[in-house]
């Protein structure tokens, strides 16, 4: 009884959770958070080098709440990011010459494969082989996901008493996350790029934007919000382009590009909640409710979202990958090309040389180990600072946190949509959304601040508290009657409120 009594509590305590959520106009990550995260990863040279273990992801039940959009500055001379910029379009360069002849072998080996006799093994590896090339790229799955499922287990309706609402948003989830974001490896993501660019991979599709009817509005303050986003292609691109085929223009513009301040933005999100359980639910006992954990993060960039999951892998850039395997290659190679294997009893001196030799070798792996380890430990350190710069709350901290946000957000709305009332005709409008469009226009007009007015949840405080009356009006469309109380039947109101509180 007792585990079944702690089962009942955490299910009314996750239903209280979600609607202090709501109340904070927190939402889940939907399906187009994630086709970003994944799409913006591709051309972002500042990301953090993370995939997520998906599988310890799913047993912790993970997900992840967003709230509200923002932009990530970083101002300063970046040389460092500048210089990887140059040396990948120098090998994307290299890569593509590269690539021009591999793709005429690659055609005829395919015509070679499929005009030959076809053997049973045969047959069964070049359908393997077209299985694993004609796999979707993680971003085309984008679409196969409904929007409606990103919330729909959320709420009330679809869900039992004896059923955890959180847990069971949380398996749906963790497989939408899985499916669109990238779990590749820097080897893999290049070996993928590589195929794409021979042809025995289709290349990613471009999805055309199409704004909706919001973005014709005749009024500013329904239209929707645009962040723009810098990168480094964003800054060297014109510059080139402006420069032509002029060898020395080009190189003095990359000069005053690599020693001049430079400004990136990305796209961030404003603030981040995420929540999982410490070592699953993988106990005996069914009935046994794991603990809730929770973080609050603010500023996330888009593409670096990955680095909040409770369970990630460090792995390398592209480009860090391929500058220490093609030293490490090189290295190898260069020793055993230029070692000379000699006849010990022929010349007994050959003992001491082969002993200097692979000391020197012993010396050179061991570079390479630690230059690998301290690649390593720099993308730890750089990790473990974004997470400490980026958390406002942890633990029972972020209890309070959500507590305040919910406060402020619920009773800023009733303010705001209060004060409108008064200022109507006899404190009366007949529609409540009337309401709503006239307070994101003032919002608009004093502070420059799009948002999208919560009206019913804003009407429905304000009744609660009794400063407004609503009635059921008659007209066709059934809209409701909403009038402001005065204020001082409004003072008296509260004041009866608080009252009640403290008794």
């Not at 590589?194 to 991979?201: A, H």
């Amino acid at each position: 009884m007792g585990n079944l009594r702690r089962v009942a509590v955490a299910t009314r305590f996750q239903r209280s959770f979600i609607q202090l959520l709501k109340n904070a106009e927190f939402e889940e990550l939907s399906a187009m958070d994630l086709g970003l995260t994944s799409a913006l990863n591709t051309d972002y040279l500042l990301t953090l080098p993370i995939y997520v273990d998906w599988k310890r992801a799913s047993e912790s039940n993970a997900i992840i709440f967003r709230r509200g959009y923002a932009t990530e500055r970083q101002t300063g001379l970046l040389i460092v990011d500048k210089l990887d910029y140059i040396q990948s379009r120098l090998l994307r360069g290299l890569f593509s010459i590269i690539a021009k002849p591999l793709g005429r072998l690659g055609t005829w080996i395919a015509e070679v494969v499929y005009g030959a006799p076809q053997m049973p093994e045969i047959q069964e590896w070049v359908k393997r082989l077209r299985l694993w090339v004609s796999e979707l790229p993680t971003s085309q799955q984008l679409f196969r996901y409904d929007e409606e499922d990103s919330d729909g287990l959320l709420s009330d309706n679809r869900i039992s008493d004896k059923d955890l609402p959180i847990w069971l948003a949380a398996q749906s989830a963790v497989s939408r996350y899985e499916g669109i974001l990238s779990s590749m490896g820097p080897r893999g993501r290049l070996l993928r790029r590589l195929l794409t660019w021979i042809g025995l991979l289709p290349p990613m599709p471009e999805q055309p934007f199409t704004p909706n009817d919001d973005s014709k509005a005749s009024e500013p303050y329904l239209r929707p919000i645009f962040i723009s986003r810098i990168s480094l292609s964003d800054i060297w691109r014109p510059a080139m382009k402006n420069c032509g085929n002029n060898i020395w223009k080009r190189l003095k513009t990359s000069i005053s590009i690599l020693l001049s301040q430079s400004v990136l933005q990305e796209p961030a999100f404003q603030e981040l909640i995420l929540l999982y359980t410490k070592g699953g639910r993988n106990s005996g006992d069914k009935t046994e409710v794991p603990s809730l954990q929770l973080k609050i993060y603010e500023k996330i960039p888009i593409p670096d979202l990955p680095v909040i999951f409770p369970d990630k892998k460090l792995s390398f850039r592209i480009i860090d990958a391929l500058r220490l395997d093609a030293a490490t290659i090189l290295g190898l190679l260069a020793f055993f090309i230029n070692y000379k294997f000699e006849n010990v009893l022929s010349s007994p001196s050959a003992i001491v040389l082969d002993v200097v030799a692979f000391s020197a070798l012993v010396i050179y792996i061991t570079r390479v180990v630690l230059g690998y380890k301290q690649t390593w430990d720099r993308y730890q350190l750089l990790v473990n600072r974004t997470l400490y710069e980026k958390t406002i709350a942890s633990g029972f901290g972020s209890v309070h946190f959500l507590l305040d946000a919910s406060e402020q957000q619920l009773y800023k709305e009733a303010i705001l949509a209060y004060a409108i009332l008064l200022k109507e005709e006899k404190g009366e409008v007949r529609c409540g959304k009337s309401v709503g469009d006239k307070c994101e226009r003032f919002l608009y007009e004093v502070l420059k601040v799009k948002v999208e007015m919560a009206i019913d949840k804003a009407i429905e405080t304000l009744s609660r508290l009794g400063l407004v009356v609503s009635q059921r009006g008659a007209e066709v469309d059934g809209g409701v009657r909403v009038q402001a109380v005065g204020c001082e039947k409004a003072y008296e109101a509260l004041r009866q409120h608080w009252n009640g509180l403290l008794t």
